[in-house]
Every structure is written in C-alpha cells, then in structure tokens.
C-alpha cells in the first residue's frame, strides 16, 4: 500500500519517454490556476517527457479538500512531506535532492501553512 506522500509525490509516474504534445493554450491556462514563485516557479509547471510536471509534487496540496483537512491530519501530512523533502525517508529516492530543493522553495512560498511546522 503506497503512502500519502508516495503519492503528493508521483511514486510510480507513468513514464513519458519521449514525451507528449501538449496543447500550448491548455498548458498556460492550467497553469494560470495555480499559485507561483516570486520567480515563476510552480507545481504545475509541465514538463511532457520523463514525466508529467516538471516539479514532481501534486497541485492538488492547494485544493479545498486538502485545505479543509482537519488539523491534526494536515500536520501529519505536512512532518511526512518535509521529512520526505528533507531527505530523511529512504523511500523517497525517485527524486533527486537537487528536485527535493526546489519542490520545498516552491512550498516555502505558495502553500498555506507549510511554515507553520
């Protein structure tokens, strides 16, 4: 049975190889909907090869069911998330440290609550 964070952080991504089209238009406006960094950086940044977004951590974090969590389940979520981000569960060797910095730099400034831990 796969953990929360196996999947916020796409354990098990289909893989693109090649890659896919992608419609530009639908691309941009997806994207649109979603919050970004100061640089421009965002969870829903596609990629279309290897994998699907270029930042391997689901946009669904900034959903109303995932905001809407009760507390204590939130929390938890977020401790296994940073512990994952963090490097410190061996299970999460799909993503390289160098994806685990910049999935956290994109948390640090788009997810409310993420710094409240």
Same mark, same amino acid.
């Given at each position: 049975?796969?953990? $929360?964070?196996?999947? *916020?952080?796409?354990?098990?991504?289909?893989?693109?190889?090649?890659?896919?089209?992608? %419609? @530009?238009?639908?691309? +941009?406006?997806?994207?649109? #909907?979603?919050? +970004?960094? +100061?640089?421009?950086?965002?969870?829903?940044?596609? #990629?279309?090869?290897?994998? *699907?977004? +270029?930042?391997?951590?689901?946009?669904?974090?900034?959903?109303?069911?995932?905001?809407?969590? @009760?507390?204590?389940?939130? %929390?938890?979520?977020?401790?296994?998330? #940073?512990? /994952?981000?963090?490097?410190?569960?061996?299970? $999460?060797? !799909?993503?390289?440290?160098? =994806?685990?910095?910049? $999935?956290? /730099? $994109?948390?640090? =400034?788009?997810?409310?609550? !993420? %710094? /409240?831990?």
């Amino acid at each position: 049975m796969k953990t $929360i964070t196996e999947y *916020i952080f796409f354990k098990d991504e289909a893989d693109l190889d090649e890659g896919v089209e992608g %419609n @530009p238009s639908f691309q +941009k406006a997806f994207a649109s #909907r979603f919050p +970004k960094t +100061k640089s421009g950086k965002s969870l829903a940044d596609f #990629r279309l090869y290897g994998h *699907i977004f +270029k930042h391997r951590c689901s946009y669904m974090v900034y959903s109303e069911a995932f905001a809407t969590l @009760p507390a204590g389940v939130k %929390n938890r979520v977020f401790t296994k998330m #940073r512990a /994952a981000l963090a490097g410190e569960d061996p299970g $999460i060797g !799909w993503l390289s440290s160098s =994806e685990r910095k910049k $999935i956290t /730099a $994109i948390l640090d =400034e788009t997810l409310p609550g !993420w %710094n /409240a831990g």
